[in-house]
């Protein structure tokens, strides 16, 4: 009889122990299949985040070359700016010129109504 029983024991035992094991079995498929779904899902955003952006590519280089043209035409307009430059500086030169000439005409005209005066008295 004690070994009757102790082969129930053994039974219990290997029963509990089967169902651990297989509570255990469950719960990491569980954990596993979460993480294969998570992974998934990662894949699937990914794949529609490239198709989003697919052509984005192709615009920043259109952006470069535009850029690069711009920067060549920035270029011609420096000889432009140069030449408005100087121009700009020759005027104020000449506005100089003609506030001088402007003073001397002032002084002539003045020399000449004095002696006009002296004429006629």
Do not use: H
Not at 32 to 55: D, F, H, P, S, W
Not at 57 to 85: H, I, M, P, T, W
């Amino acid at each position: 009889m004690a070994a009757a029983k102790e082969q129930v024991g053994r039974d219990d035992l290997a029963e509990s122990l089967d169902d651990l094991f297989s509570s255990v079995s469950t719960m990491v498929k569980g954990e596993l299949q979460g993480t294969n779904n998570t992974l998934e899902l990662l894949e699937k955003m990914n794949i529609r985040v490239a198709k989003e952006y697919e052509g984005f590519g192709d615009l920043a280089s259109g952006l470069r070359v535009y850029v690069e043209q711009l920067k060549v035409k920035n270029g011609s307009f420096d000889e432009y700016v140069k030449q408005v430059d100087a121009i700009d500086q020759q005027l104020t030169e000449f506005e100089a010129v003609v506030s001088m000439l402007d003073k001397y005409v002032s002084l002539l005209e003045t020399k000449v109504q004095s002696a006009c005066q002296k004429l006629s008295s």
